[in-house]
């Protein structure tokens, strides 16, 4: 397979090209402003041709838990999106926990995906992370307001961790919340249930995680923080030298808490903040404090979502991209690519990702960065067919999305499935 795009304004080395690209066997094999040799080609029409977006965070779902979304749905909703790899948490039913768990995951997922994939595993006290790693696990998730076996996260049991994982080149990342008082989350309604995930619980969960980092040496990623205090202690923290990412998502920027009018649709952890806080987000994001934007894609069926105790969470594969092009002006497409895709793919090791350059792999999508459109969860690709951001007009929309040079989506369809492979 060989043929060239052409007419397109291709992202190539931090800056826009008018010019074409060959691609070969599934590589990104030539850019130039003319490519000479007379190949079946595909016209670009003048859109944006950008490297194929990566989520540092999605949920997946599938086995039991295909009802609320499944390998397939998924990951057609990040093609939709320009998404053309994930990295997905290990919460799911069974959890993957375990060497077999992963890859029993990893043979699940073998035919089903869309995009590629790579799994997460959570992790206890007394993981093996070595055959964790070998079994396929690309990084480690540890919530440290759950429990998923009878762990405890005291300090002594994250030193044990943080010394074991400081032996492998593996990101450890944190949902970093500790909730006061700790593990009590079935008594609880919906307001009760956000002043739990109050302010407080992140920023000492954040203090916590760094004093004890500052004694080992691994690469730790903060998920979808949501307060200005947590992410400067985190900024002030790596600039001293420590080895720490953190990661927004689009609903931290766009939505505040008046958002909870929308009842429990808008209910997320942690839960959306004051519009202030918002402000200050979105004034770090813009003065390069922030690493990557995660989608925390986290589906739910409508009725897990209004019932007497909600779910947290709601899907954002097919619209992260436009939303963030949305959001503002300061702020161009190159540095979107960065927090979507290339600072992901460096973060966590993904290689021959992230841009467009020879020899990579061709995972791209085209972009149309000035047509307007209202968002309408109907038309989800994802089993989750609600959102917040039902309604909003935005700015920018995927028309294709390329997997190894695969044209795999096109205007709203699915064009190839199962092309997805596990990354480990
Ligand atoms: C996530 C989920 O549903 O799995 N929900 C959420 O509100 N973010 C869990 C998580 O990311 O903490
Ligand atoms: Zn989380
Ligand atoms: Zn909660
Ligand atoms: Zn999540």
Redesign the pocket.
Do not use: F, I, L
């Given at each position: 397979m060989e043929y060239k795009i052409v007419n397109a304004r291709l992202l190539y080395k931090e800056s826009f090209l008018e010019g074409e690209i060959l691609i070969k066997d599934g590589k990104t094999h030539r850019v130039s402003k003319n490519i000479q040799e007379n190949l079946p080609k595909i016209d670009a029409e003048g859109k944006l041709l950008l490297p194929g977006l990566i989520d540092p965070?999605a949920h997946l779902r599938d086995s039991l838990l295909s009802y609320k979304e499944d390998f397939d749905t998924g990951t057609s909703a990040a093609l939709a999106g320009g998404y053309t790899l994930l990295l997905d948490?290990p919460n799911t039913k069974p959890q993957i926990d375990s060497p077999e768990r992963i890859k029993k995951r990893i043979e699940e997922a073998k035919g089903k995906i869309n995009c590629d994939v790579g799994f997460y595993s959570l992790a206890f006290p007394n993981s093996d992370f070595s055959s964790l790693f070998k079994a396929g696990a690309i990084a480690i998730k540890i919530?440290l307001h759950k429990r998923f076996r009878d762990e405890e996260w005291s300090y002594e049991n994250l030193r044990k961790v943080m010394k074991e994982l400081s032996k492998f080149k593996r990101v450890l990342a944190f949902?970093a919340?500790e909730l006061d008082p700790p593990f009590e989350l079935d008594k609880y309604d919906v307001f009760l249930h956000s002043s739990f995930h109050d302010e407080r619980a992140e920023i000492r969960a954040v203090k916590k995680i760094i004093d004890l980092a500052k004694d080992y040496d691994l690469p730790i990623h903060f998920?979808?923080i949501s307060t200005p205090q947590a992410l400067e202690e985190i900024y002030y923290t790596k600039l001293k030298g420590l080895n720490l990412t953190l990661e927004l998502t689009p609903h931290h920027l766009l939505l505040d808490d008046s958002y909870f009018k929308l009842g429990n649709i808008a209910l997320v952890?942690?839960p959306l903040r004051a519009l202030e806080d918002v402000m200050e987000l979105r004034k770090a994001l813009y003065e390069g404090k922030v690493d990557m934007i995660g989608s925390?894609h986290a589906p739910h069926t409508i009725d897990e979502k209004l019932e007497e105790k909600p779910l947290p969470g709601f899907p954002n594969l097919e619209i992260s991209f436009s939303l963030l092009n949305t959001l503002t002006d300061k702020f161009d497409v190159i540095n979107l690519i960065k927090l979507m895709s290339i600072n992901v793919a460096r973060r966590f090791g993904l290689k021959k990702v992230g841009a467009i350059e020879e020899g990579y792999k061709a995972n791209l999508f085209l972009f149309d960065p000035k047509e307007e459109w209202r968002i309408d969860p109907l038309r989800f690709l994802s089993k989750a067919k609600y959102s917040p951001f039902q309604g909003f007009l935005v700015r920018g929309k995927v028309k294709k999305t390329l997997l190894r040079g695969n044209i795999v989506y096109e205007d709203g369809v699915i064009l190839k499935r199962g092309l997805g492979e596990v990354i480990i």
């Open positions: 965070h948490m919530y949902h919340e998920c979808h952890e942690p925390d």
